[in-house]
């Protein structure tokens, strides 16, 4: 189970972290995402990091986003800077075993960028 929180409003240009607690699942092993849906569009990929703590990012947020995680809480973690208001969208964290393939997504928390 992923639980997500930490959205909310925020104006262009600020910052916002996002949390995500896991439970029940071999967080250690797993590697960690997050991704964002914005309304009429697909889901995304924004940040994602390794077991071994690798990230990588895509363009578009290359630079401003940061993710984290924290092995001994469970808690993966995306501080977004520099937010713009195309970064508006409900964003979701995901756990992926590569072992078998097996993945959780959490319920998801929106992020508004607006002023």
């Known amino acids: 189970q992923l639980q997500a929180s930490g959205g909310g409003l925020v104006q262009p240009g600020g910052s916002l972290r996002l949390s995500c607690a896991a439970s029940g699942i071999s967080f250690s092993i797993a590697t960690m995402g997050w991704y964002r849906q914005a309304p009429g569009k697909q889901r995304e990929l924004v940040a994602r990091i390794s077991r071994g703590g690798t990230t990588n990012y895509p363009d578009s947020v290359k630079g401003r986003f940061t993710i984290s995680r924290d092995n001994a809480k469970n808690t993966v973690y995306l501080q977004m800077n520099s937010l713009k208001p195309e970064d508006t969208a409900v964003y979701y964290c995901?756990?992926?075993?590569?072992?078998?393939?097996?993945?959780?997504w959490g319920q998801g928390t929106l992020v508004t960028v607006s002023s």
């Open positions: 995901n756990a992926l075993l590569t072992s078998n393939w097996r993945e959780w």
